[in-house]
Structures are given as structure tokens and as C-alpha cells.
């Protein structure tokens, strides 16, 4: 089944012969082979899934979210799920937060960021950030590693609460408190944020400088491959 998805990615690079390799976008209706809805095939993974509902940096919900759902290719659940396994030894278990992102949805994300006026969520998201640079600082692009379908956005919870550990900001807080190095949070903090860095990247994923709960896969299968399906 790889083989077919690699000739249909084939042929839309055909009929656009102006992109490169790296720039490809496959965009079927339906979720293709290779991705899994991770809260199924990962036994006790919460999910909270932000872009679908009101409560993220914009206030609505996210164009190519129709469902709450965490897909994630099968090579990245498979990993995610090992995670899940070690922290249920001590009590502790994961929320997703993002998962597989449809490029529709970043191209939502982009041309909200050009709406200089719509600033709905800023006391909340961005307070401290002009909006006008979102793009000049990172924390708005035009194309995201979640498109490729093995990064997502996590944290840590008790299991036996479904209480979220403390990691010192909120999730998709723009703002280097949220950089796992900033000093300012307290100890306990900090701990938690080096526990959810330890145990993700003694799994097989990598993180960013910018975002504690953000996580790639660093085998992901499809490094070069955009998806554009819905989350349905």
C-alpha cells in the first residue's frame, strides 16, 4: 500500500512540475494507509483536541478539524505507545493535545496571522507578542511538521485524576516561558518538563527550543510528504 500512496504522490508532482520533492501535498478525501487514530490503537491516551473546539490562539475551531481525533502514522503511535506504557508504571499517562494537522488547517493558521485585527485571543495566547510578528518570530509558518502525520503536541497527566502535570505555561503559549529551558518556572516545573523531554526522547522523538509539549518522530516515514485529509 506504500507503493500505491508513493505513485499517487507521483503523479500530483507531475501535474506540478514547478515543486520540488520536499514541497509535495497529497489531499484524498479519505485518511490514507499508514496512519492510525492513536487514541484507539494507544490503550489510556487522553486527548484534548484543541483545534477542533474554541479554546486555542485563535477561538474557533480550525478549518480541516471536523472531529476530535488524533491521527498519527502507524510508526509514530507505535513509539508514542511505548511512552504511554513506561509512564503507566508510575501512575502517569499522556494527553494529546495535536496531532496529524491537515495544510488546510496551517493555511488557516496563516491567514488568520495576516488579520492584524482579530486579536480574540491574545490576552490569553500572546500577551506579550506583537501579532504582526508571529511570523517573523516562529510562532506562525506556512507549512508544519504535523502535516507529515509523526509530530504531536503533549503533556503529561495522573492517571488516576486525569489531572494535567504543571509544566510553568500553558499549552501554545507564544512566549519563551514556554521554551522547555526557560529558568523561570519553579523546580517542580522544571522537573516536569524534564520528565516529559526524557521519556519522549528516550522513545525515539525529538523536541524544539520553543514549545515543551511539541514532539516529532525522528524515523518519521514520510519526512518530505505534506497531507492535506480531514481529521474526520
Known amino acids: 500500500?506504500?507503493?500505491?500512496?508513493?505513485?499517487?504522490?507521483?503523479?500530483?508532482?507531475?501535474?506540478?512540475?514547478?515543486?520540488?520533492?520536499?514541497?509535495?501535498?497529497?489531499?484524498?478525501?479519505?485518511?490514507?494507509?499508514?496512519?492510525?487514530?492513536?487514541?484507539?490503537y494507544i490503550h489510556g491516551l487522553q486527548a484534548d483536541m484543541?483545534?477542533?473546539?474554541?479554546?486555542?490562539?485563535?477561538?474557533?475551531?480550525?478549518?480541516?478539524y471536523d472531529a476530535p481525533i488524533c491521527y498519527l502514522t502507524i510508526e509514530a503511535a507505535e513509539a508514542l505507545s511505548k511512552v504511554q506504557a513506561e509512564l503507566s508504571g508510575f501512575g502517569l499517562g499522556l494527553k494529546v493535545f495535536d496531532c496529524y494537522r491537515?495544510?488546510?488547517a496551517v493555511a488557516d493558521f496563516a491567514a488568520w496571522a495576516r488579520d492584524l485585527d482579530d486579536e480574540k485571543m491574545k490576552a490569553k495566547y500572546y500577551p506579550e507578542v506583537e501579532?504582526?510578528?508571529?511570523?517573523?518570530?516562529?510562532?506562525i509558518a506556512e507549512r508544519s511538521g504535523?502535516?507529515?502525520?509523526?509530530?504531536?503536541?503533549?503533556?503529561?497527566?495522573?492517571?488516576?485524576?486525569?489531572?494535567?502535570?504543571?509544566?510553568?505555561?500553558?499549552?501554545?503559549?507564544?512566549?519563551?516561558?514556554?521554551?522547555?529551558?526557560?529558568?523561570?518556572?519553579?523546580?517542580q516545573q522544571r522537573g516536569n518538563r524534564a520528565l516529559i523531554q526524557s521519556v519522549m526522547l528516550s522513545n525515539g522523538f525529538r523536541g524544539i527550543k520553543e514549545e515543551w509539549?511539541?514532539?516529532?518522530?525522528?524515523?518519521?516515514?514520510?519526512?518530505?510528504?505534506?497531507f492535506d485529509f480531514p481529521v474526520k
Request: net charge negative; hydrophobic share 35%.
Open 50 to 64: 484543541r483545534y477542533f473546539g474554541d479554546d486555542n490562539f485563535i477561538g474557533r475551531p480550525i478549518d480541516g
Open 146 to 187: 504535523h502535516s507529515r502525520g509523526s509530530t504531536m503536541d503533549l503533556t503529561i497527566i495522573e492517571l488516576s485524576t486525569g489531572e494535567e502535570l504543571d509544566m510553568g505555561s500553558r499549552y501554545d503559549l507564544f512566549d519563551p516561558l514556554s521554551w522547555p529551558s526557560d529558568p523561570r518556572p519553579t523546580a
Open 131 to 139: 501579532k504582526s510578528r508571529l511570523f517573523e518570530l516562529g510562532y
Open 213 to 226: 509539549w511539541h514532539f516529532t518522530l525522528n524515523n518519521e516515514p514520510y519526512p518530505d510528504t505534506y
Open 1 to 40: 500500500m506504500r507503493r500505491i500512496l508513493m505513485t499517487s504522490l507521483m503523479m500530483a508532482l507531475c501535474a506540478c512540475s514547478h515543486a520540488d520533492e520536499g514541497d509535495m501535498v497529497t489531499d484524498p478525501a479519505d485518511r490514507p494507509e499508514g496512519f492510525v487514530n492513536a487514541q484507539t
Open 102 to 104: 491537515p495544510a488546510s
